[in-house]
């Protein structure tokens, strides 16, 4: 497990599974607050935090949506 966290493949994926799960809570209640960016974003940090992942972990993999996440915003 070890060496799964220390690929860019854990962070990409943790992030598209907590994205996932923020859309079908947000289509399951339709709540504004519900925005599943945001959902994903209190997922991410709390897996982070639970499982005692360090922030550096997951940036290996983050740090590429953060990059393709650039351009997509302009």
Known sequence: MKDFLATPIFGVLLSIV???AGIIIQRRWRHPMLN?????MV???LILTVFDI?????DLGGSYILFLLGPATV
Do not use: R
């Open 36 to 40: 599943p960016l945001l959902l994903a």
């Open 43 to 45: 997922f991410v940090i």
């Open 54 to 58: 360090p922030k550096e972990t997951y």
């Open 18 to 20: 907590c994205y996932e």
